[in-house]
């Protein structure tokens, strides 16, 4: 039987993909999150990989809090850069491919048209610099890698932007939301999804995936109101400079899937229609699950 191993996988991404592969894939699913297996640790990281020998790792685990990343610049290159690495190298002990996940942040914003795959990054916060020298120690240590760029993800399984918009909308009368930054809402399971499709067709190289269309995070929270029935909760655009976050972040980064189309007959469904499927998985309590195990 084949054995699979998800790096990351209590995560907010890697639990949809964990109950993915374990319904569909017929492998031997191997679960490690930071309890199993501490990616910043070069040794043990490479040794636990190698006694494993899976034949794919999904390499989900990352320092993902974007703003803490700029004043814990240590910590984001030794999980996102050097734990990326070290997961490479116990990957390549055994021949096994790695399916990384990257982010739309390492680009700069400056296009104004979907950041192609080939487009020059230019990453304007720690994080994006981090998960980018992540990307190019990937891409120097083994051929069999596939990098996954993703953006503005959502799921069950963790906290977002769509359930901090639905606590907030229980609090407040009114929202201030950012309207100068642009991107595409992407559905965990959608991706997950495309993730377990791009690995068993054996594609390599670096493929953008994001759910169809873009909007500001502006559009983006009216919607998810609109949608739960809260259209009366007043919104506010503001500017990013406005609410003054640590990191800054590209003012547009939607992702071309014109490569993810044309090579493997892939389009991921619309953020709108994803959303709704989300929002109806919520339930009628709007609450999204803990992470627990
Ligand atoms: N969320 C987004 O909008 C977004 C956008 C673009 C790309 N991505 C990428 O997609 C992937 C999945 O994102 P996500 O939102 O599902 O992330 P997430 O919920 O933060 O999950 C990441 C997991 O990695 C674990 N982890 C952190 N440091 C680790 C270490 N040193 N060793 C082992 N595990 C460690 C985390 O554990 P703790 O929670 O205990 O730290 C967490 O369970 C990440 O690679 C991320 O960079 C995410």
Redesign the pocket.
Known sequence: MKRILI?????????DLTALLRSSSGAEIFA???EE????VEKETIAKIEALHPEVVF???????VDACESEVQKAF???AE?TKHVALGAVRCGAKVV??????VFGGEKKAPYREDDPPRPLNV?GQS?WQGEQYLQHLTEDALIV???????K??S?FVTAILRQAKEKEELRIVADQTGSP?Y?VDLARALSALTWQNFRGVYHVANSGSCTWYEFGRTILQRVGRSEVRVVPVSSEEIHRPARRPSFSVLSCQKLKERAGLTLRSWQEALEDYLTSLGTDLTPCD?GT
Do not use: C, P
């Not at 790096?7 to 639990?15: E, P």
């Not at 297996?37 to 910043?40: A, G, N, P, V």
């Not at 390499?59 to 809090?65: K, M, S």
């Not at 990384?100 to 942040?105: E, G, K, P, V």
């Open positions: 790096v990351g996988a209590r995560g907010m991404l890697g639990k490690w999150d930071i297996i501490d990616i910043r390499h989900l685990a990352a320092f993902t809090q030794a999980v996102n734990g990384f996940l990257s982010t739309d942040y994080y998960k760029r993703t953006q503005w993800l959502y799921g399984f963790g977002n992407t965990t992470k």
